[in-house]
């Protein structure tokens, strides 16, 4: 069953094309930003907008949070004027940033409390797959709750995978992320190797993708933003790093030690020195290969 009134917390690239999806499916939705400028823009697009947390959490029944980090996910959940202040109990909150399992964890424990509750629900897919609801999601938590967010869901994505309790879907998407990461420095080095060996990359990038060294770079990234130089998936080499710092965060509160994933990290971390946070994270292949120029 449908909630009436579904909050938008966070109107940037990735919740603004939620709350247009959420919209266009007939969802009534009222959304909220800390920018007032944000906020001009998807009201100028024909979403209602909410003054401040207070006022949203008196219509909204469900809230869905697009934020950039999981401070921030505390800080509009838990810290002053947020929505442990101002919500209702019944309130569900599915927070699709991606976030460090533990903060979830935590602010599900703080919401449950208050007769609220929380899943994460972290996306795959970009600016696009969230205005064109295609994304793909990745959710932790209860069958209840999952159940009763999945209306909401499916108006918003097109591939939904329940991985387990709070958490899960954040420790999955973390997984996700970095392996793009790692695929993305590899595809980069077998780009290089075709280059170097005579052969057209991007017919080899064909052969490659029928065969079993295949994966989402070399299907979708490489063809779409990296060959052709046109670099604008609308996903920035900050928000990338901050995903790939979320991951060695995860393997060292776990005592863990994973070479691969971090001589990846050490990779995306040096490349600050020539790749500036506001690139678009495809360039990370230019630290081997040199694609041609769009245009």
Not at 182 to 198: D, F
Not at 248 to 267: H, K, N, R, V, Y
Request: contains cysteine.
């Amino acid at each position: 069953m449908r909630v009436a009134t579904v909050g938008v917390i966070g109107l940037g690239n990735m919740g603004r094309g939620m709350a247009l999806s959420l919209k266009r499916a007939g969802v009534a939705v009222l959304g909220y930003d800390a920018m007032p400028e944000t906020r001009g823009a998807l009201a100028a697009e024909g979403v209602d907008i909410a003054a401040d947390l207070a006022t949203l959490c008196a219509s909204a029944e469900l809230v869905v949070l697009s934020l950039p980090t999981a401070a921030i996910v505390e800080e509009v959940v838990a810290g002053p004027d947020g929505l442990l202040e101002h919500a209702k109990p019944g309130l569900l909150v599915v927070d699709t940033s991606t976030s460090h399992p533990d903060t979830t964890r935590k602010l599900a424990k703080a919401l449950e409390a208050k007769g609220m509750a929380m899943i994460d629900a972290p996306v795959s897919g970009g600016p696009k797959g969230a205005i064109t609801a295609t994304m793909t999601m990745v959710i932790g938590g209860s069958d209840a709750d999952v159940a009763r967010a999945m209306p909401t869901l499916e108006a918003m994505s097109a591939t939904r995978v329940h991985v387990g309790p709070v958490g899960a879907g954040h420790v999955t998407k973390i997984i996700n992320n970095l392996l793009c990461a790692a695929h993305l420095l590899t595809t980069a080095e077998a780009l290089r190797l075709a280059q170097e060996s005579g052969v057209e990359p991007a017919r080899m990038l064909e052969g490659i993708n029928a065969g079993s060294g295949r994966s989402g770079v070399s299907q979708v990234n490489a063809p779409t933003w990296i060959l052709n130089g046109a670099f604008n998936s609308g996903f920035t080499m900050k928000l990338m790093r901050k995903d790939v710092k979320l991951g060695t965060d995860l393997l060292s509160g776990l005592g863990l030690e994973m070479p691969m994933f971090a001589a990846a990290a050490d990779i995306w971390a040096d490349s600050a020195a020539s790749i500036a946070d506001g690139e678009d994270f495809n360039r990370i292949v230019e630290t081997q290969f040199s694609p041609a120029k769009k245009g």
